[in-house]
């Protein structure tokens, strides 16, 4: 599986990265995906590199691939 690198860290990331319950997608806060959610949950950066996790295809976070 492709791994994807945040261009900075968790504490310099400006951009929050949201999950929807247990899902496997993150994405940007203004994500389409989101909208009329309830059961979303930020992570940190560090999680979103979890191999269990991926960018969202449609809002397609910010990575330095």
């Known amino acids: ?8 860290s968790d504490q310099q990331t400006n951009e929050p ?6 899902g496997s997608v993150f994405h940007t ?3 389409r995906h989101l909208r009329g959610k309830d059961n979303t949950r ?4 560090r999680m979103a ?3 269990s996790l991926r960018p969202c295809k449609v809002c ?3 990575f330095d691939r």
């Open 29 to 31: 806060r203004d994500c």
């Open 1 to 8: 599986p492709a791994r994807f690198t945040l261009e900075s």
């Open 17 to 22: 990265l949201f999950v929807v319950g247990k």
């Open 49 to 51: 590199q979890a191999p």
């Open 42 to 45: 930020q992570i940190t950066a």
């Open 60 to 62: 397609q976070p910010t």
